[in-house]
């Protein structure tokens, strides 16, 4: 995890989550352009103005929270889109999702982290609101969140292979991620938060 620790490394992990996300986000949008979608509490009435890369900057930049915090924070997410299927993640909803997420995951990673109210200024929302977020977050993980090292683990190499592979399309210079935890599981993951 020294690797990730570094100030250089950490916003490409951003910039690659960003991207991913923009992706799935983009992609769920044009396939359900024309279903009936369920509304939720995270979906925002316009699209945000501000770019996924952009925000999830802003939450590195203000929350100062670990970097494995952003790892797990990606796989609460994709626990969220596994276990509710009518929510998928598209661009009315990323942004309230990933806020949730990220502060959820430092809540439950980091030994000191911002109250929800701080967490709220940095995402734009209110505090009431960053409330309800939470509280809809946790239930639709069912409160699973624990992340075993093995899930850590996978979920830290299938986002190595994947930011390997938009390097070598990109023809930049490969990135390598190196994660760490602290226990071991055996637990084999599917990633739904795929394109």
């Known amino acids: 995890m020294a690797e990730l620790e570094n100030p250089h490394v950490m916003p490409k992990v951003i910039t690659f989550l960003s991207s991913l996300l923009q992706r799935v986000a983009d992609s769920n949008d044009s396939v359900r352009r024309f279903e009936q979608q369920k509304i939720s509490v995270f979906h925002g009435l316009t699209r945000p103005t501000i ?8 939450i590195f930049k203000y929350a100062n929270c670990s970097p494995s ?27 309230r999702l990933l806020i949730t997420s990220v502060m959820v995951a430092a ?9 929800n ?14 409330n309800f977020l939470e509280v809809d977050f946790l239930f639709g993980l069912s409160f699973h969140l624990n992340v075993t ?10 986002l190595q292979r994947e930011m390997l592979l938009e390097s070598s399309l990109n023809l930049a210079k ?22």
Not at 51 to 58: D, G, M
Not at 72 to 90: C, E, H, K, N
Not at 149 to 158: K, V
């Open 149 to 158: 090292p093995a899930a850590f683990h996978s979920y830290c190499n299938y």
């Open 117 to 130: 109210a701080y967490y709220a200024k940095v995402g734009g929302i209110s505090t009431t609101e960053m």
């Open 69 to 95: 915090c952003f790892v797990v924070a990606y796989i609460y997410l994709d626990r969220f889109a596994q276990r509710q299927p009518s929510l998928p993640i598209i661009s009315f909803n990323v942004h």
């Open 51 to 58: 770019s996924i890369q952009r925000y999830l900057e802003r």
């Open 174 to 195: 490969p990135l390598k991620l190196h994660c760490s935890f602290s226990e071991d599981d055996s637990t084999p993951q599917k990633h739904q938060l795929a394109v």
């Open 107 to 115: 809540k439950f990673m980091d030994d000191m982290y911002y109250n």
